[in-house]
């Protein structure tokens, strides 16, 4: 069964540092997200894109964050000048449609913030 | 605004107990409602959804119907088994919102043998 992939699984960082995390959906999917969830907290949406441009972002998503389809298959997750807060499990999802489609999740990336 | 209420974790059964895990949610309009499993180490698998009044979905033993008068999409199963071992996510998905999944707390549950 085709799955979402993300790398890397885990990803330590200094804070003030730049990072990427990277994404491949499943292949005849449009719609894309990125979610968070930091420890012990709700998993919480930040942005979702189709069309190769964002279609909603949450309040979370500052001028920090980018999301950006690169090519026909990754879709990553920029955070700029990374903060102590921004360590959390990302998760990326992709689906074929929106509202009632389910969406498809990845096993996440663990970012840890020094 | 949209929200999930899920009830408060963790959750202790016996192997063959029955399973509840309730659900209420706050949305405008006819959200669709999921239920998703996060087993350790992993990401989130759909576990069933239903995406209008009245629907049930099942999957795996699991259930959930969707009940617009009481706003509630509880999951439940007859027997629990020690592989039922996980959290649990009731998440909805509102019409006209970008098709963006608002997730309850998550209820851990540990199933005994």
């Known amino acids: 069964e085709p799955e979402v992939t993300q790398t890397p699984s885990h990803q330590v960082t200094q804070m003030g540092q730049e990072v990427i995390l990277r994404c491949v959906p499943i292949?005849?999917?449009?719609?894309f997200y990125w979610y968070r969830q930091i420890l012990g907290q709700k998993v919480e949406f930040l942005v979702s894109?189709?069309?190769?441009?964002?279609?909603?972002k949450s309040e979370i998503f500052d001028d920090q964050f980018s999301v950006e389809r690169p090519d026909g298959s990754n879709f990553t997750l920029k955070i700029r000048s990374t903060k102590l807060e921004d360590s959390a499990m990302y998760f990326c999802a992709s689906s074929v449609g929106q509202g009632s489609q389910p969406q498809h999740f990845g096993d996440g990336t663990r970012l840890s913030i020094l | 605004g949209n929200s999930v209420t899920q009830m408060e974790g963790p959750v202790t059964l016996s192997e063959e107990a029955f399973l509840t895990i309730n659900c209420t949610y706050t949305a405008t309009g006819y959200p669709s409602l999921f239920w998703y499993v996060q087993y350790p180490g992993e990401g989130l698998q759909l576990l069933l959804k239903a995406t209008k009044a009245d629907d049930k979905g099942s999957n795996k033993g699991f259930e959930a119907t969707y009940r617009k008068e009481t706003t509630s999409f509880h999951l439940e199963k007859g027997s629990v088994q020690v592989s039922d071992s996980a959290v649990y996510f009731c998440a909805l998905s509102a019409y006209n919102q970008g098709g963006k999944l608002i997730f309850g707390q998550g209820t851990e549950l540990s199933v005994k043998p």
């Open positions: 292949s005849n999917h449009l719609y």
């Open positions: 894109f189709y069309n190769n441009e964002i279609s909603e």
